[in-house]
Structures are given as C-alpha cells and as structure tokens.
C-alpha cells in the first residue's frame, strides 16, 4: 500500500530533550515536507526536500533540523525542544510536476513539549 | 504569494443533500494546481481532489466535484449527498510550479468546519 509513515503519533517531552519524528514513504517520491499544523495559523512549511541531499527552509525552520540521505526517510530533529513547538506535524511527499503532484501526508504527530 | 482564502469558517448541511465549500486563491503563477483535503476528528490529512490551472474539465471524484472558475479565481468544492462520515474540516490548497517562488509547498486556506446533520 503507498503511503507515508511518521512515527510516534504522539510524543510527550520536556524542555530541552531532544527527539526525532521519522518519516519514511513508500512511493520513490522527490519531493518531501514537514508541515505544522497550529490553532487558528493553518498548516505551515517547516522544511523541505526536492531530492536526497537537497534541503531547503520552508516558513518556520527556526528549531527545527531535517536530512535527506535516502530517498524515501526525511527526519525531523527537535535538537532542543520548546513549549511553543507544542503542534501537530505532519510529513509529506510527492512526485514533482504534472498532474501526479499531490501531497501524500502522513497521520500526523501530535507533539507536547512541557 | 501565493493566498488561498475560505471564508466559511463552520457549514451545515442535512444528510444527504449536496453542499458546495468556498475557496478563492490568488497567485501570478500562470501554471498552477488546486486541491482539496479533508481533516477528520482523528486528524489525518485525506487527499480529496485536484484541478490544474490548465485543465479544461472540472475535476470529478465520486460524491466531490470542483467548480473551477479561472477568471474568478475561484475552485468551489462541491459534495453531493452528504454523508455523516463528511463531518469534518475541508481545506483548500493551492501549489505553484516546481522552480518557483513558493518553495513548491502547499499553501493552506483556514479551512471549513462541516457537520452534517441526520
């Protein structure tokens, strides 16, 4: 079955320990992203890869890491976790260009930083 | 920059009657794709349809339909027979051309918070 696969679906941390969301999809998909989804701000881009090696900042990087070194895994690294990450991420990919390039997200992680 | 805008915040429709959702999206990319996501209470994005700028037919899938309105810039979602299970929050989202300005991301309307009613 094509999908994407995050994991944990939900993850209780404190203040200042770091952590990785992982992120794998099953369709050889270029292009892949992280989204946060917050109250009242929508879903926005944290980062995003177009190829393996090749990443690039969406709207909100600050905080946040990420590495391509495969294709089909795309990690997002908390390196030292704030309350105001607190969020619900979601993962994504897609082929790029035509009509094929809809996201795929994967079920979301709910993040909870004390 | 690319701006989409749904300006229904909450709808309610009857079960089984049809139900259109707004979406305006504003962008100077000649070429770009419009879709729409459903977001259950579980919280999952669901893939629902999607029009390219260039396409001339509305988009069709089952029970979903896009009124796609290029001079007014305008990709309405249109549900027929509402179902129970369509209670949920709808997104509209607009991608630019890879290459350009917009980081090829998607670009997220407020969404709309649909119930339906048995």
């Known amino acids: 079955e094509a999908q994407v696969t995050q994991n944990p679906r939900y993850l209780i941390t404190v203040t200042g320990k770091k952590l990785t969301v992982t992120c794998s999809q099953n369709?050889?998909?270029?292009?892949m992203s992280w989204y946060r989804q917050d109250p009242g701000l929508g879903l926005r881009q944290i980062y995003y890869?177009?190829?393996?090696?090749?990443?690039d900042k969406g709207d909100v990087p600050e905080g946040y890491k990420v590495s391509r070194k495969e294709k089909r895994n795309f990690p997002l690294i908390l390196e030292s976790p704030s309350p105001n990450q607190t969020s619900l991420y979601f993962c994504?990919?897609?082929?790029?260009?035509?009509?094929?390039?809809?996201?795929?997200f994967g079920s979301g992680t709910q993040l909870s930083v004390l | 920059a690319q701006k989409i805008t749904q300006t229904q915040p909450g709808m309610f429709v009857q079960e089984k009657e049809a139900v259109t959702l707004d979406c305006t999206y504003d962008?100077?990319?000649?070429?770009?794709?419009l879709f729409w996501y459903k977001q259950p209470s579980s919280g999952e994005m669901i893939f629902l349809i999607y029009?390219?700028?260039?396409?001339?037919q509305n988009a069709t899938e089952g029970r979903y339909s896009l009124n796609f309105q290029k001079a007014r810039k305008s990709a309405n979602l249109v549900i027929s027979a509402s179902q129970l299970g369509d209670s949920a929050m709808y997104f509209c989202?607009?991608?630019?051309?890879?290459?350009?300005?917009?980081?090829?991301?998607?670009?997220f309307g407020k969404g709309t918070l649909l119930t339906v009613n048995p």
């Open positions: 994504a990919s897609s082929l790029i260009g035509g009509a094929n390039e809809k996201l795929f």
């Open positions: 369709m050889n998909h270029e292009y």
């Open positions: 890869s177009m190829n393996v090696e090749v990443t």
């Open positions: 962008t100077s990319d000649p070429s770009y794709g």
């Open positions: 029009q390219g700028s260039y396409d001339q």
């Open positions: 989202a607009m991608r630019g051309p890879p290459g350009g300005g917009s980081n090829y991301k998607l670009t």
